[in-house]
């Protein structure tokens, strides 16, 4: 009986397996260095990107700041804004990209509209104070002795927190030293 498990059959394997290694590291290891180059193409494409961007974003922040900085000198006597009015009027000059004159009707007309949400809100204050009341009653009815005594401090530390913003906002926009206004 012939055996097919000769020693030129080992050695025939043994090369197969051979070849058979070297291409499967082979691959592996070009592989590995294409996705590493490839990587670092797209990581670098994308830093250079990023910095381009950056800079035109800079470039562009700085005439924004230019414009900002000469609409202030021109402005100087005008009321100062709240942060949101601020943000909106930016937000106007970004999305709209308005000119000049563009700019000056439509700060006026805030200004305008503002001023009127302003009172409002002035006249309203007492309402919402006394609404405000009435909910701390209600709410206070339901807690337990131990639970209205942290509340009481929590209602105490909410108003004098709200006080201090409202002061600090009033010297802010009206200009008043004491950070006292003469109608609340």
Request: proline fraction near 2%; hydrophobic fraction near 30%.
């Amino acid at each position: 009986m012939k055996t097919w498990f000769t020693k030129e059959f080992m050695k025939a394997s043994a090369v197969l397996l051979i070849v058979f290694a070297a291409g499967a590291g082979t691959g592996y290891v070009g592989g590995h260095k294409y996705a590493e180059y490839k990587f670092h193409n797209e990581f670098t494409s994308r830093v250079m990107k990023s910095r381009i961007e950056s800079a035109e974003t800079a470039t562009a922040m700085s005439r924004a700041r230019s414009v900002r900085a000469e609409r202030a000198r021109g402005e100087r006597s005008a009321r100062r804004r709240s942060r949101g009015e601020r943000r909106f009027m930016r937000r106007l000059e970004r999305d709209l990209k308005l000119n000049p004159a563009q700019r000056t009707n439509v700060d006026r007309a805030l200004e305008r509209h503002y001023q009127r949400i302003r009172d409002i809100r002035r006249s309203m204050r007492p309402q919402i104070n006394s609404i405000m009341q009435e909910i701390r009653r209600d709410v206070r009815s339901f807690l337990d002795d131990e639970q209205k005594i942290s509340f009481d401090k929590m209602v105490q530390k909410f108003e004098e927190r709200r006080k201090r913003r409202w002061r600090k906002f009033r010297k802010q926009h009206q200009g008043d030293p004491a950070g006292q206004s003469k109608k609340q």
